[in-house]
Nanobody
Framework: VQLQASGGGLVQPGGSLRLSCAAS????????MGWYRQAPGKQRDLVAD???????NYADSVKGRFTVSRDNAKNTVYLQMNNLKPEDTAVYYC??????????WGQGTLVTVSS
């Protein structure tokens, strides 16, 4: 199983980034996919997830700014991040989960929001 995250980088406040996470070795369409983030010195927190049926869930801090989506044909989950703020700076991890099965994690991609 491999989850390959990409798309992180340095962006100015108010800017946008799109993260991608390509999965292999799992039945992608059967999994809830999502993103957590971890800022320096803080715990890892849920950012957003999308269930296999397409329903989504967001942390209050990103509602209205971030959009999670999935392409089952490409085995890829995305996180579109708009109006980025310095407090969004973190390492972003994608994951794949399903009941009665292990949760798999990607390697993380760093997002830095700074002027």
């Amino acid at each position: 199983v491999q989850l390959q995250a990409s798309g992180g980088g340095l962006v100015q406040p108010g800017g946008s980034l799109r993260l991608s996470c390509a999965a292999s070795g799992i039945i992608f369409s059967d999994r809830t996919m999502g993103w957590y983030r971890q800022a320096p010195g803080k715990q890892r927190d849920l950012v957003a997830d999308i269930a296999r049926g397409g329903s989504t869930n967001y942390a209050d801090s990103v509602k209205g700014r971030f959009t999670v989506s999935r392409d089952n044909a490409k085995n890829t989950v995305y996180l579109q991040m708009n109006n980025l703020k310095p407090e969004d700076t973190a390492v972003y991890y994608c994951y794949a989960k399903r009941r009665f099965a292990p949760t798999y994690w990607g390697q993380g991609t760093l997002v830095t929001v700074s002027s």
